[in-house]
């Protein structure tokens, strides 16, 4: 049964049906199809609740071999695990709501997220340290738009001088709006026909199988 | 178009040096690390699963680890089924089934900031011999930078226009927009996949046109461009 469903032909018949459920009512207003369409759309919730189950299941066993083996980390992937069960159970026990389930996401990984944001900021240094070198011409003028640009932001500049806002304006409004307008008009374009030539089987990575 | 004739194709430089990024990796005794972006199936998603089949079926012929981070959102967790039976076909399709180790494709959280964090952690680990990163948001310069770090290839995929501007700056190769979409069929080499990018060719052209007709016609006070495209 399962090989059937490896099927490349069946599989593109199920996702050009899928595709026509979802885009049909998009456009015409049919009750029945909208019906199925949300039909569709809570199926889809819960295969993504338990893909989580098994994406649990996977990490948990990873976590385990990697302790087991004691490779490299492997106190990191104890923790994690620890962490991770420890809490479940008492969200299972106490509730969601109790304070031991909600201290260590909102202490913890909250913070622990933010701070992580945060050093996104010395990546961009060491990134622009590298990148900011006036090597050929290109980068040169690359490079002095930058400061021009960086001048006009930094909100010092708007006290004492006017001309950085206004060749700032100038380079927004006319290289930056043109180039992001031509990005959007490829992707765009770019998309419809990705999604053309997955309907029509001729991208089977997204099927999981070899093209 | 004349049959059996593949069409011109402008070289994307990012995607002709994963060969070469594979053959290194190997080379340096290091894994390949990729990743194919946090989000459930969208068209870049879509397009960085060919780049991950493509990427894994060299990397079997080669006898070397793909290591894909997984997660970063719960939508991820719908694309990892589908990423593990890329890679576990690849190596079997290279007669190297059992090199195929589904521990080298960890979920490692369905938290934005909690995934990054692994992700760089595995990064410093492994110390991979070429980073392919795919269409990540504000994390991925720190997945560049650090693989940068080790002495890691860097080839990553722009897909919005902020995202180019700082990766162009960190990565050695980047897909800019559309030619991470045109990744599958750039790489197949298949003329009926090739030849689609051809259309895109086509609509861009007409795009363009309509684009300088729509201007001239606004400076006549003409907004027939602007009510068509409104409609």
């Known amino acids: ?30 009750k029945e199809l909208n019906t199925y369409a949300n039909n569709l759309s809570k199926i889809v919730a819960v295969v993504t609740t338990s893909a989580f189950v098994i994406s649990l ?47 260590p996401i909102e202490a913890i990984q909250m913070s622990g997220s933010t701070v992580f944001y945060s050093i996104a900021t010395f990546y961009m240094i060491s990134a622009g340290a590298r990148a900011f070198r006036a090597r050929n011409t290109k980068a040169l003028l690359f490079l002095l738009s930058a400061v021009l640009v960086m001048l006009a932001q930094a909100p010092m500049t708007e006290l004492y001088m006017s001309w950085p806002a206004t060749i700032r304006a100038f380079l927004g409004d006319t290289f930056g709006k043109t180039a992001t307008r031509i990005f959007a008009i490829g992707l765009a374009i770019s998309g419809i026909v990705l999604g053309v030539r997955t309907l029509l089987g001729k991208e089977p990575a997204t099927l999981g199988l070899q093209g | 178009m004349r049959r059996g004739k593949l069409p011109y194709l402008r070289r994307v430089l990012a995607l002709d040096v994963i060969e070469d990024a594979v053959g290194r990796s190997t080379e340096m005794g290091r894994p390949i690390l990729e990743s194919y972006g946090t989000v459930a199936f969208d068209q870049f998603v879509i397009a960085s699963l060919s780049t991950l089949s493509y990427v894994a079926r060299l990397a079997a012929k080669v006898d070397n680890r793909v290591i894909v981070p997984i997660g970063g959102n719960p939508g991820s967790m719908i694309t990892r089924p589908v990423a593990v039976d890329i890679v576990k076909s690849a190596y079997e399709a290279e007669g190297k089934g059992e090199l195929f180790n589904e521990n080298d494709m960890p979920f490692l959280s369905y938290e934005f900031f909690s995934f ?51 990766l162009a700056c960190a990565a050695n190769y980047v897909m800019i927009g559309e030619e991470a979409l045109a990744a599958g069929a750039y790489l197949s080499k298949e003329q009926s996949r090739i030849t689609s990018l051809r259309t895109v060719d086509i609509f861009k052209f007409l795009a363009i046109v309509l684009v300088v007709v729509g201007v001239i016609l606004v400076q006549l006070k003409n907004n027939f461009i602007i009510d068509l495209l409104s409609i």
Do not use: H
Not at chain 1, 69 to 90: D, H, N
Not at chain 2, 118 to 124: A, E
Not at chain 2, 127 to 147: C, H, N, Q
């Open chain 1, 57 to 103: 299941y996977a990490q948990s066993r990873r976590n385990l071999i990697m302790v087991r083996q004691r490779s490299k980390g492997w106190p990191y992937q104890g923790f994690q695990l620890i962490i991770v069960f420890l809490i479940a159970a008492v969200g299972l026990i106490l509730g969601q709501a109790s304070l031991p389930y909600k201290w």
């Open chain 2, 116 to 166: 990054a964090a692994g992700y760089v952690g595995l990064i410093l680990r492994e110390r991979p011999g070429a980073v392919i990163v795919g269409p990540e948001t504000a994390d991925a310069l720190m997945y560049v930078e650090e693989a940068n770090a080790v002495g890691a290839l860097t080839i990553a995929t722009g897909y919005y226009i902020a995202n180019v501007a700082v």
């Open chain 1, 1 to 30: 049964m399962s090989s059937l469903f490896r099927r490349k032909d069946i599989m593109i018949t199920i996702v050009a049906f899928c595709f026509g459920l979802v885009i049909v009512p998009y456009f015409f207003d049919i």
